[in-house]
């Protein structure tokens, strides 16, 4: 099935093998990698991304969920170059307006935060919330939940996708990391907890709660599967009970759920909130907020002692440090702020909710009408297609599709012009047309067909 690709996109064949002599395995993130060969994409428009072969796709995989406005909004594009013209450069790498325009909105937006520090990424920020909580809390351990994802790097790329075997007991994962390099360390620092049980959350965190500074989630894991709702108030009560902090990482839930995120429509309030995708309307971001009480903590008052004191007083000094050429990038926040702004006219979100149900729906309908056992798992205007029956709660949950029939199927939706990574969830964009939705459901049932043959 692979080979289907192949036949209408022999330019990206032909450019992936000249980017795989200068750039390991020809992609810039190892996630863009597809079999047999990635397809080479050169024009965004709306929904639509259009390949260097001027093969059309309608785009569902949105830069991982970030241009919740499709492609080249005019609004967006227009803010970014207005930036850019009134400032006469892109960046001052000093303090300027947009960045406490843009503090102020997401204090107004999320109950969580009081006050923000921006970072380049999604990953930058989990990060960045992570070294506050430990600062702030003391303790030597972080816990996190198998299958969540919250960027590549040490402490926290562990249990995101482990092998069956090295997982563990399914109530008391292991900690597996997911890449060479990961030096021990991180592998006994991080407390691995199972997702949606709470029972068994509970047993490990009693055990562990005097090592673990902080507890990272996302409230909707991979963007797709819901904490229950017992679940993530159980887990905001324990953790307010054993002094362990609470981290919601909403880089993707932020602004898809609601303006205000999951923890708006949860109702629940973590410490500590890491934000990026939608926040910077397709441009480079993550911005973290919390409590005053803990975000003082960033503050550089006394920086300048820090830097000529000795490395015993250093320790013993009560600033973290933070820091980025590029945080707060003026023409980001310009372009962030802009898509915002289309999300608060009214009735934006609801009416790309009730387009994201609709599509459920239907695409749900003509899988049963084939008999093929399917269901959609997602929240908001992110969700994801699973070929089982059984309830999709956790990562383990996961394991019981199957993913070869749906790998077939992808391949044969590329081939039919809907892009998505093979395998990977949905996102929608205000700019998905009915046709579009049309269009799609159409596709599945000719990739079924094509399947069935
Ligand atoms: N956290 C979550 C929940 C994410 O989905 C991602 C990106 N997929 C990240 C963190 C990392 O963000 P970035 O890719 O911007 O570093």
Same mark, same amino acid.
């Given at each position: 099935?692979?080979?289907?690709?192949?036949?209408?996109?022999?330019?990206?064949?032909?450019?992936?093998?000249?980017?795989?002599?200068?750039?390991?395995?020809?992609?810039?993130?190892?996630?863009?990698?597809?079999?047999?060969?990635?397809?080479?994409?050169?024009?965004?428009?709306?929904?639509?991304?259009?390949?260097?072969?001027?093969?059309?796709?309608?785009?569902?995989?949105?830069?991982?969920?970030?241009?919740?406005?499709?492609?080249?909004?005019?609004?967006?594009?227009?803010?970014?170059?207005?930036?850019?013209?009134?400032?006469?450069?892109?960046?001052?790498?000093?303090?300027?307006? $947009? @960045?406490? *325009?843009?503090?102020?909105?997401?204090?107004?937006?999320?109950?969580? /935060? #009081?006050? &923000? %520090?921006?970072?380049?990424?999604?990953?930058?920020?989990?990060?960045?919330?992570?070294?506050?909580?430990?600062?702030?809390?003391?303790?030597?351990?972080?816990?996190?939940?198998?299958?969540?994802?919250?960027?590549?790097?040490?402490?926290?790329?562990?249990?995101?996708?482990?092998?069956?075997?090295?997982?563990?007991?399914?109530?008391?994962?292991?900690?597996?990391?997911?890449?060479?390099?990961?030096?021990?360390?991180?592998?006994?620092?991080?407390?691995?907890?199972?997702?949606?049980?709470?029972?068994?959350?509970?047993?490990?965190?009693?055990?562990?709660?005097?090592?673990?500074?902080?507890?990272? $989630? @996302?409230? *909707?894991?991979?963007?797709?599967?819901?904490?229950?709702?017992?679940? /993530? #108030?159980? &887990? %905001?009560?324990?953790?307010?009970?054993?002094?362990?902090?609470?981290?919601?990482?909403?880089?993707?839930?932020?602004?898809?759920?609601?303006?205000?995120?999951?923890?708006?429509?949860?109702?629940?309030?973590?410490?500590?909130?890491?934000?990026?995708?939608?926040?910077?309307?397709?441009?480079?971001?993550?911005?973290?907020?919390?409590?005053?009480?803990?975000?003082?903590?960033?503050?550089?008052?006394?920086?300048?002692?820090?830097?000529?004191?000795?490395?015993?007083?250093?320790?013993?000094?009560?600033?973290?440090?933070?820091?980025?050429?590029?945080?707060?990038?003026?023409?980001?926040?310009?372009?962030?702020?802009?898509?915002?702004?289309?999300?608060?006219?009214?009735?934006?979100?609801?009416?790309?909710?009730?387009?994201?149900?609709?599509?459920?729906?239907?695409?749900?309908?003509?899988?049963?009408?084939?008999?093929?056992?399917?269901?959609?798992?997602?929240?908001?205007?992110?969700?994801?297609?699973?070929?089982?029956?059984?309830?999709?709660?956790?990562?383990?949950?996961?394991?019981?599709?199957?993913?070869?029939?749906?790998?077939?199927?992808?391949?044969?939706?590329?081939?039919?012009?809907?892009?998505?990574?093979?395998?990977?969830?949905?996102?929608?964009?205000?700019?998905?047309?009915?046709?579009?939705?049309?269009?799609?459901?159409?596709?599945?049932?000719?990739?079924?067909?094509?399947?069935?043959?």
């Amino acid at each position: 099935r692979q080979e289907y690709i192949s036949n209408n996109t022999a330019t990206s064949r032909d450019l992936h093998e000249k980017a795989q002599e200068v750039i390991p395995g020809g992609v810039t993130a190892n996630i863009k990698h597809i079999d047999p060969h990635p397809i080479v994409m050169e024009k965004g428009n709306g929904s639509k991304l259009y390949d260097v072969d001027q093969n059309e796709y309608i785009d569902y995989l949105l830069s991982y969920g970030a241009l919740i406005a499709g492609h080249g909004h005019p609004a967006v594009f227009e803010a970014a170059m207005e930036q850019m013209r009134e400032a006469g450069t892109t960046i001052f790498g000093t303090p300027h307006r $947009l @960045e406490t *325009v843009m503090a102020e909105k997401l204090v107004s937006l999320y109950p969580s /935060i #009081e006050m &923000v %520090r921006f970072t380049n990424s999604g990953l930058e920020a989990t990060m960045l919330a992570i070294r506050a909580a430990m600062a702030y809390a003391g303790k030597s351990k972080i816990a996190k939940f198998e299958g969540h994802y919250h960027g590549g790097y040490d402490q926290v790329l562990m249990s995101v996708n482990p092998d069956h075997g090295a997982a563990g007991d399914p109530t008391s994962p292991n900690a597996v990391p997911e890449s060479l390099g990961i030096p021990d360390y991180y592998q006994e620092n991080t407390v691995v907890l199972p997702f949606n049980d709470l029972d068994a959350t509970e047993k490990i965190l009693r055990q562990r709660a005097d090592e673990v500074s902080a507890i990272i $989630l @996302e409230p *909707v894991q991979g963007g797709f599967i819901p904490a229950d709702q017992t679940f /993530i #108030e159980g &887990v %905001r009560d324990l953790t307010e009970e054993l002094g362990i902090l609470l981290i919601f990482d909403e880089v993707k839930t932020g602004f898809r759920l609601g303006l205000g995120g999951a923890q708006e429509s949860y109702g629940v309030t973590p410490d500590l909130t890491a934000l990026g995708k939608v926040l910077g309307g397709g441009f480079p971001v993550g911005a973290i907020g919390g409590k005053k009480e803990i975000m003082d903590i960033l503050s550089p008052a006394g920086s300048r002692d820090i830097l000529t004191a000795g490395a015993d007083q250093r320790a013993k000094h009560d600033t973290l440090f933070h820091s980025g050429t590029y945080n707060g990038h003026p023409t980001v926040l310009a372009s962030g702020l802009a898509t915002i702004e289309l999300l608060e006219k009214d009735r934006t979100l609801e009416e790309l909710f009730d387009k994201t149900n609709r599509l459920r729906n239907e695409l749900e309908e003509l899988y049963q009408a084939y008999n093929i056992p399917m269901q959609t798992v997602g929240l908001g205007s992110i969700f994801n297609i699973i070929l089982a029956d059984d309830s999709i709660k956790n990562y383990r949950d996961l394991k019981k599709a199957d993913t070869s029939l749906r790998k077939e199927l992808d391949y044969e939706l590329l081939n039919l012009g809907i892009y998505t990574k093979p395998l990977n969830r949905y996102s929608l964009s205000t700019a998905h047309s009915e046709e579009d939705l049309k269009r799609t459901v159409e596709a599945h049932k000719q990739a079924i067909e094509n399947v069935m043959k």
